[in-house]
């Protein structure tokens, strides 16, 4: 799957979201997109890696600690 059909997954996945409010006005939506958009891919770079987090961290650009930061924020992790 490429950048650009990721990306027209979440434009149809928004889009959706606007008509299932039916002119109620969202509350919130970055956050919520940045929670149901993480957890999933901190799930799958993490069993890609072998649930190694300096690999994964690597791989997301991120710190180690910020990653297991929001492995447990997402409670992937204890």
């Known amino acids: ?9 979440v434009r149809s996945s928004l889009e959706s979201y606007f008509k299932d409010l039916r002119g109620t006005e969202p509350d919130g ?14 799930e799958v770079v993490m069993q890609q890696a072998d649930q190694n987090q300096s ?10 600690n910020t990653l297991r ?7 992937l992790i204890k």
């Open 55 to 64: 690999r994964a961290a690597e791989w997301l650009g991120l710190n180690r």
């Open 1 to 9: 799957m490429s950048k650009k059909q990721i990306e027209e997954c």
């Open 29 to 42: 939506m970055y956050e919520m997109m940045v929670r149901v958009v993480e957890k999933p891919l901190l």
């Open 69 to 75: 930061k929001k492995l447990i924020d997402h409670k």
